[in-house]
């Protein structure tokens, strides 16, 4: 089952950007446009493990909301054109897990979702792959019940692409992600792992190559 999201966002192209961008990586997600309609939402809507909200909304803001959010034990990201010092530090102080001032990148949200609903322990902790289950928590994958043998690297490296489905990455972002930004090794070792992740797993009609650009997993 996937994570299901919360965005309480009023521009409505906005709202449809993020909406999409999650949506096609595999994140189930509930729009509102309003902050008056956000608690009617929450009493209908059950088992949110994230939400986003902007900080300047019709009716309550998102600094009151901060507060309907904790009452059900949802993590929030702040996602807000108000880039003063003073609405961060208010943002976080408060209880907020991040705090991303617009106009962002959208890999960027993505990696910041993920990594709250890691911290938070709301991350789903089994991946599905076509006939594959990745288990975050065991760090394994397993076909059919039975444990398949990658390499660490080739491990991370699925996992990054699992996470992040139908999101194209370049090489050097999967090296800086998956070997750290202090590898110096070239491009090369990318297209290798790859290789070996597609032999391995039979997901060389899942693991596409965009050309000049890198890969993506796509179901």
Sequence with gaps: MANRILVVEDDTAISELICMNLEVTGYEVVPVLDGNEVEGT??????FDLALLDIMLPGKDGFELLGVMKEHGIPVIYITAKA??????KGLR????????KPFEVLELLVRVEKVLERT???KEIIQVKDLEIHLSEHKV???GQTVSLKPMEYDLLVLLAKNKNVAFTREQMLNEVWGSNYLGETR???VHIGQLRRK???SDVIKTIPKIGYRLEE
Excluded: W
């Design 189 to 191: 070792t990318i297209d």
């Design 121 to 123: 322990g709301k991350q």
């Design 84 to 89: 003063d010092v003073n609405s961060k530090i």
């Design 94 to 101: 408060s209880g907020a897990e991040d705090y991303i001032v």
């Design 201 to 203: 797993l039979d997901l």
């Design 142 to 144: 397993t076909r059919n």
């Design 42 to 47: 929450l009493e209908k809507e059950e088992n």
